[in-house]
């Protein structure tokens, strides 16, 4: 029993050996002597494999390339150009059956090669089709790491700064969300050839992205096919959602909005008669406010909707032109005011100062009946112009901010 067995196991180490030496005249040799170093794997990799391996060729039929996403970094997420910049880590794994050398027995576990080494093994030629710009880091060497494994499989990690195109919708403006993706796929290769897939996991965030105006709140995979000319195409798609960060449009629109409308209300208790003083309050409130709008917009697209922040530096605007419609009315009220009474033209010497007395007293009673309304409409609007504003600012802060956190 022992001599069979001591025979089939004899027998099996000279196929292994005579198929060793079809394959390269050193194999057979680093069987008898024992395991590989690198040096001898990467000989045979580089120079005995050439005589039939070809990297235009297939590995098989269909190659399974399976896609994991390391985010390092988001740059920027741009209004204007409605795109953003990310660096990231782009790692595929496939098997490649022309490069296992396990029969070599390796001392070693796998190898690891630079970009160099690369350019002469098949890949599967992917790329993002939907950016807008794309670049391998190359500080100070190319960043691409390539490592085979004794069976043929394969890891290749590319680190890439990509330019991308985002979706924006500005409706919901400084309470908004940004969808930014990045589409990937094979450039050469169809799915019967190429079938691409996520990893699990598909993508991992190194740390959390914060931005000056956007915090990455999160991130979605898919997989589709897509249609070509020559065929359906494996695509993989990342979406990432921006949530914008909205402190600075506060300090910088909101807060000196509310401050503005509130001074635009001190003409109300200054009296009717100051009516050079509550035209310049009015005028200046109503210039700073154009001014701190245009400010604003100035940084974003030129959309042709409305944006939140747009009710709100209108309705500003609005409220700022009322009261100044008020003060039109106190003024318009108090035109004669600080004029001479109107002297009579009758000549009869006996009636003119009864006249002058009576038309004076008669406007005296119009005077004071123009300054008690005036008063009331002032009393009036120190009253409902606040009471309008703070109505006005519970239903537009539950609007917007309601949408915000369906989003």
């Known amino acids: 029993m022992l001599s069979t067995l001591f025979l089939l196991l004899y027998a099996t180490r000279e196929t292994v050996h005579a198929l060793a030496a079809e394959i390269s005249p050193t194999v057979s040799y680093l069987l008898d002597r024992g395991c590989a170093n690198d040096t001898e794997v990467i000989d045979h990799l580089l120079f005995d494999r050439a005589l039939y391996y070809n990297k235009h060729k297939l590995p098989s039929p269909q190659v399974d390339v399976r896609i994991e996403m390391w985010v390092q970094e988001v740059s920027s997420v741009s209004e204007l150009t409605q795109d953003f910049e990310i660096d990231l880590y782009m790692n595929e794994y496939w098997t490649d059956p022309g490069l296992a050398y396990d029969i070599l027995n390796p001392c070693q576990g796998n190898l690891s090669f630079d970009w160099a080494v690369m350019q002469n093994i098949w890949t599967p030629n992917t790329c993002f089709i939907n950016s807008k710009k794309a670049q391998l880091h190359s500080s100070p060497f190319t960043n691409v790491f390539l490592m085979v494994f004794p069976n043929g499989s394969v890891w290749s990690n590319w680190r890439i700064k990509s330019t991308g195109p985002c979706v924006m919708d500005l409706t919901k403006f400084p309470m908004d969300s940004i969808e930014c993706s990045l589409t990937f796929e ?115 697209p030129r959309v042709s909707y409305i944006k939140a922040i747009d009710v709100w530096m209108l309705s500003g605007i609005c409220f700022v032109f009322a009261s100044l419609f008020e003060l039109a009315t106190v003024g318009f009220l108090m035109r004669d005011e600080g004029k001479p009474p109107a002297k009579s033209t009758r000549i009869a010497k006996n009636s003119v100062r009864w006249q002058q007395q009576s038309i004076c007293k008669d406007d005296i009673q119009r005077k004071s009946k123009n300054i008690l309304y005036c008063e009331r409409l002032d009393n009036t609007s120190r009253l409902m112009f606040p009471v309008v504003f703070t109505l006005y600012n519970f239903i537009y802060w539950f609007v917007y901010m309601k949408s915000a956190w369906d989003q």
């Open 186 to 300: 094979s450039f050469n290769y169809n799915k019967d050839e190429v079938f691409m897939r996520w990893g699990d996991p598909p993508l991992t965030i190194f740390k959390p992205i914060e931005l000056p105006d956007f915090t990455m709140t999160n991130f979605s995979t898919s997989n589709k096919f897509q249609l070509y000319a020559a065929g359906y195409w494996s695509e993989l798609n990342v979406n990432f959602l921006f949530k914008r960060r909205s402190g600075w449009y506060l300090l910088q629109g909101y807060i000196p909005t509310y401050m503005t409308v509130f001074i635009s209300w001190i003409p109300f208790y200054l009296g009717p008669k100051a009516i050079p003083a509550r035209t310049m309050i009015g005028v200046n409130a109503l210039l700073a406010l154009t001014f701190q709008f245009g400010n604003i917009i100035r940084n974003l």
